[in-house]
């Protein structure tokens, strides 16, 4: 397997594919790529939802189904919940039950729901860009969301990870030390949020992680330059104000990426002694599902500069967000960008 292949390039979402020719969001792919403006604009609105703003008829009429291949907890129940929130009809697809068991691929099980008037696709997929080759395939008026593909991009969990951030931190990130921790290799939500960072004009960026789980920084499509690229935890965490804490995939431990929990545990997970080493008033993330005592420890996750809660809460908002400026009409003019 090439490095390459290891960790794909998502400049391979086109973003003709994810704007129209006015440049209006057509399609969620990736956050390759997306304007400073079109993210504010959809954080901002994110904002008002947090704030207590409804728009229960937003969406009313319109159908919008969770097309996922792969489990989920948070992505899957807060898209359904921003939905119902904006007054959608919601379908659920359970692929362990659904007729892809018998053969039938991703692209005439979207093809299928949508002849039943379905016009949003929230989809989860194993494969990388796979929802570049399925928008080929739709509707002109049939809009795609990408929640998480491959290793390749989870780009609500990057919007979510942005408004959790500018509450705790306000609106100016260009001073902020964020440090990404973990199974980068494997991670989309780490290539969202790396993407995501910059554009909000994050410059000192650490990524730390086991040398087996990194990325090669010649072979990672750009995305790690520019970034401090460490083996040492306590190295990333010096002086850091954001700890963004990764999920280690604990599914890929037969490949021998890692010795053993303990080990990873000893090297990169973050224990309350290690926090003290960030800023005092550092705040902790993580995307979840958390490996309890493997890449995080009870104390801090469950602490007071946890804001791994907050996170969750923030996603129904940001998929409300985003649900909306996809799918509401008129569409809203401030999806331009
Ligand atoms: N953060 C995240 O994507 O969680 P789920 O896999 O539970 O959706």
């Given at each position: ?7 794909p ?8 594919l ?7 969001l057509?399609?969620l792919?990736?956050?390759?790529g ?16 947090a704030?207590g703003?409804?728009?229960?008829e ?27 929130r ?12 659904s ?18 008037g ?28 990408n ?38 290799l ?16 994050v ?19 750009g ?40 080990d ?22 993580h ?51």
């Amino acid at each position: 397997m090439t490095p390459n292949s290891l960790f794909p390039n998502t400049l391979g979402y086109k973003s003709e594919l994810q704007t129209d020719a006015e440049g209006v969001l057509h399609h969620l792919l990736t956050l390759d790529g997306m304007s400073r403006a079109t993210l504010s604009r959809l954080l901002d609105r994110a904002q008002e939802f947090a704030d207590g703003q409804d728009a229960p008829e937003a969406l009313r009429g319109t159908a919008v189904c969770t097309l996922f291949f792969e489990p989920s907890t948070r992505t899957r129940l807060s898209f359904q919940r921003a939905a119902q929130r904006l007054g959608a009809d919601v379908l659920n697809f359970d692929a362990a039950t659904s007729s892809t068991t018998k053969g039938e691929t991703a692209r005439d099980t979207l093809k299928n729901i949508e002849a039943m008037g379905v016009r949003g696709f929230v989809i989860r997929h194993h494969e990388d860009g796979v929802l570049n080759e399925l928008a080929r395939h739709i509707d002109p008026d049939t809009r795609l969301i990408n929640a998480g593909d491959g290793r390749s991009a989870h780009p609500t969990q990057g919007l979510l990870d942005m408004l959790t951030l500018r509450q705790a931190r306000g609106e100016d990130f260009s001073r902020l030390g964020v440090a990404i921790v973990g199974d980068v290799l494997h991670s989309r939500v780490a290539r969202s949020d790396l993407h995501a960072l910059r554009t909000m004009g994050v410059r000192d960026i650490r990524i730390c992680g086991p040398a087996a789980l990194l990325p090669p920084v010649d072979d990672s499509g750009g995305m790690l330059h520019g970034c401090t690229v460490t083996r040492d935890l306590d190295e990333a965490i010096e002086g850091a104000d954001v700890l963004m804490m990764l999920r280690l995939q604990r599914e890929r431990m037969e490949q021998g990426l890692v010795t053993s929990l303990e080990d990873y545990h000893r090297d990169y997970g973050l224990t309350e002694a290690r926090l003290k080493r960030a800023a005092s008033d550092a705040v902790v993330m993580h995307p979840g599902p958390i490996n309890r005592g493997v890449e995080i420890d009870d104390a801090v996750a469950d602490g007071p500069q946890s804001l791994i809660l907050r996170q969750v809460a923030n996603g129904v908002f940001v998929r409300m967000a985003v649900l909306e400026a996809l799918l509401a009409k008129p569409k809203r003019d401030d999806a331009a960008g």
